[in-house]
């Protein structure tokens, strides 16, 4: 029994191409088993795949390909379902969400505020709708709330502790004795809202809560995994009751409503490190939510920066305009000038989703600008009742609602959960189209098999029984692209990717994978839910951004290509981390995080300095085409970002039926010929949904450290001499094994999977 373990832990390993695979593969999907030790890939394989065999009760046909393609790390269920699938805890209905890459809720009420936290802390990515006709439907703040905090946290012994919040009250005073668990934190944070308005009360209320049940920051969450860490939770209550208060006599506006989100936040993430991915969608014209984070850094007389400490909590989550009506070119000019300088105020064209979320009902391109016409001219819900008079009223309603948008981007609908796999396409032959098949066949049969939850929350349930949505994305396609079709597709991409005879021809062989993998997804799923009973969903293929997932097999983000063919990936630990101290030993270098800074603000350079709280860990990586002759003559970090654009409209119109997940880099001299590309895209009806921006930069030094450092081939060679001339051990498994010795604080992949989360936020100095 022993060999045969021991045999089992040796015998999945990733590949080459992917250095990066061992560290992110213990740190965020491994789990704990009851002996200790953390579980091997084939462990994980073992345990997710018998949960989704039996939740989707699949037959031995499918079974036989979803198992073969994710041991090969061919296609992959969600990172959510990695680190949860096949568990005690996930097999219980109020875990289910926990299930779950990303969500979207409409936020009319104080329920809606309270799902939000209960999915933030099972690892979802939340994403809101603060728009006037749902906030409006919020009743104003009559009460204004004293808090006391009291008692310590871990104060009271553990057999004593409350599980559940209970609140007590008498008269105008409030006692909320919050509860030692997820439905606890939920509870006393919801009740501490409705308690501003609701008018039992004579407009004052004396509001004590008491954390004297909830555990200390260490001790094991059981079934979910981690630790717990509540160092943020006493602060919550009186930063919600500030916000709160000075609404009163009003209702709450967009900001407002968006910081109670955010203060939730704060207290999930715990310590700064950003563990949960939020979207707020604000009306375009809601120039108070809109501009939510203008000048959110503020220098004093002296030249020193700070950050606005009442609106700290805002960045916790990215905010989008979104338009109801196809944005002017002088607002798209000033959209992606916003975003480069900023990283903020990214724009929704809410008519094309809605349309494609109907994809359905609008069949043919003649019906799709009909119904765009009308959305335009705000008569969209007249449009459905004439021209498909069997739907119902709430039915109309949820189709034109269906703009919500997911932490990055690529989901769209009402109300929703998504489950995303993912078919890693650097790991396939672009020749063998069968292997290609049972990729996607697998990825559509992982997503498929998550329709069987039934969600206990009823706006949730109803809005999977009317629109069901499941997304099938892949990730390497750049990679995958470059075998196909060799250099000289590089060469084409470096000019622009413009529209020759030749690179005309790449397009029809773009567009020829593109669409055979959209078919197989919609048949499998489809086939799927004819013989399970579930409505059909009509849109089931997306791109996500693919960070963490990418590098098990080491694929070029999503559809995005590498930051360059050579370059250090850095991945944060926390000091002193098992998964970092065995990087050590495999050879890997390890340096302070950019946050650890010395008393004159310098950068500490010695990881075991006192001061130092995080680790970097340095990893040489090189693309799997780098040696391709030729392939070192072109400057991939080069690439325009109208090429970028007309790559993500291609999968976006041959592949995608949701929305193409899209971080576009550019330059400021590419700003308005970016912005009128895109003003363009949404006047000829092309597919685009909304994008997010970030700007380059060439000055590799401006920010030191950075996830990506782009290097070359000499330099690349010699610091994997290092790293094999310092490694102690070729087996990370058994170096990890060294100092697992107990839990991580954190636990899981977060909710949005996206490297591109991963820079350093922009301070006015830098």
Not at 465 to 471: N, Q, T
Not at 700 to 715: A, G, H
């Amino acid at each position: 029994m022993v060999r045969e373990l021991e045999r089992k832990r040796q015998s999945a390993e990733f590949p080459e191409t992917a250095p990066a695979a061992n560290p992110v593969f213990f740190r965020t999907y491994s789990r704990r088993s009851p002996a200790g030790l953390r579980e091997t890939w084939d462990e994980v394989c073992d345990r997710t795949l018998q949960g989704i065999i039996e939740l989707g009760k699949l037959n031995p046909q499918e079974t036989a390909i979803l198992e073969r393609m994710q041991r090969n790390l061919k296609a992959l269920p969600s990172g959510r379902w990695l680190w949860v699938g096949g568990t005690e805890w996930i097999a219980k209905p109020k875990n289910f969400s926990g299930a779950y890459n990303c969500t979207s809720t409409n936020l009319q009420d104080w329920s809606a505020f309270g799902l939000m936290m209960d999915l933030a802390m099972m690892g979802c990515g939340t994403g809101a709708i603060i728009e006037p006709q749902y906030i409006n439907q919020l009743p104003p703040i009559c009460n204004h709330l004293n808090i006391t905090v009291q008692g310590e946290i871990g104060n009271t012994p553990k057999e004593q502790r409350r599980e559940y919040t209970e609140i007590s009250i008498q008269g105008n005073r409030v006692i909320i004795h919050v509860g030692d668990s997820r439905e606890g934190w939920v509870k006393s944070y919801q009740t501490l809202l409705e308690l501003s308005t609701d008018e039992r009360f004579s407009g004052e209320v004396q509001v004590l809560v008491d954390i004297s049940d909830v555990r200390q920051a260490g001790e094991t969450l059981r079934g979910f995994g981690g630790v717990a860490n509540p160092i943020k939770l006493p602060e919550l209550y009186q930063n919600c009751a500030s916000i709160l208060n000075k609404a009163l006599g009003r209702q709450l506006n967009s900001v407002e409503c968006c910081l109670l989100i955010d203060q939730a936040a704060v207290t999930i993430v715990a310590g700064n490190i950003r563990r949960s991915a939020g979207i707020r969608q604000f009306r375009a014209d809601d120039q108070l939510g809109a501009n939510a984070k203008d000048n959110l850094w503020q220098q004093d007389e002296a030249g020193n920066w700070r950050i606005d400490p009442e609106r700290d909590a805002l960045r916790m989550a990215n905010h989008t305009r979104v338009f109801h009506r196809k944005p002017t070119l002088e607002e798209c000019l000033e959209a992606v000038r916003k975003q480069y300088y900023s990283g903020e105020g990214a724009i929704q064209w809410a008519g094309e989703a809605v349309a494609r979320a109907n994809s359905d009902l609008l069949t043919t391109s003649a019906l799709k600008v009909d119904f765009l016409k009308s959305y335009e001219q705000g008569t969209a819900q007249q449009w459905l009742q004439a021209q498909y008079q069997l739907l119902d009223a709430e039915e109309i309603e949820h189709r034109l609602q269906r703009y919500g948008l997911n932490p990055c981007g690529e989901i769209i609908g009402s109300n929703f959960h998504c489950n995303l796999s993912e078919v890693h396409l650097n790991q396939i032959d672009p020749h063998n189209y069968k292997e290609q098949e049972e990729a996607f066949t697998a990825g559509a049969l992982s997503v498929a098999a998550l329709l069987n939850h039934k969600f206990l929350e009823p706006r949730y349930q109803a809005s999977r029984e009317l629109d069901p949505i499941v997304g099938v994305s892949f990730t390497g396609l750049f990679d995958f692209f470059v075998h196909a079709f060799g250099v000289e597709w590089l060469h084409w991409w470096e000019a622009g990717r413009p529209a020759t005879p030749q690179g005309l021809a790449f397009k029809r062989e773009e567009e020829k994978y593109l669409s055979y993998w959209k078919e197989i997804v919609h048949r499998v799923v489809w086939d799927y839910c004819d013989r399970h009973n579930f409505k059909r969903p009509n849109r089931c293929t997306t791109v996500q951004p693919s960070g963490t997932k990418a590098l098990l097999t080491g694929a070029s983000s999503g559809w995005h290509p590498p930051k360059a063919q050579r370059f250090i990936r850095r991945i944060t630990f926390g000091k002193n981390d098992p998964v970092a101290l065995a990087c050590i030993d495999y050879g890997y270098s390890v340096i302070p995080s950019q946050s650890d800074k010395d008393e004159q603000g310098n950068l500490l350079h010695d990881p075991f300095d006192s001061r130092v709280s995080e680790w970097l860990v340095e990893i040489p990586v090189t693309v799997p085409w780098a040696d391709l002759s030729g392939a070192d003559q072109i400057d991939v970090s080069q690439f325009s970002v109208l090429a970028q654009l007309d790559f993500v409209l291609q999968v976006q119109k041959h592949y995608v039926t949701h929305n193409t997940s899209a971080t576009l880099e550019l330059r400021s001299d590419e700003i308005e010929p970016l912005g009128q590309r895109i003003h363009q895209a949404i006047q000829n009806d092309e597919g685009y949904i909304s994008a997010a921006l970030l700007a380059r930069f060439d000055d590799l030094q401006s920010f030191p450290r950075l996830p990506f450092e782009p290097i070359d081939k000499l330099t690349y060679e010699r610091l994997m001499q290092e790293v094999k001339t310092r490694r102690k051990t070729d087996d990370f498994c058994a170096a990890l094994s060294r100092y697992d010795l107990g839990e991580l604080a954190e636990a899981g992949p977060a909710g949005c999977d996206s490297d591109k989360c991963m820079f350093p936020e922009q301070t006015p100095d830098s």
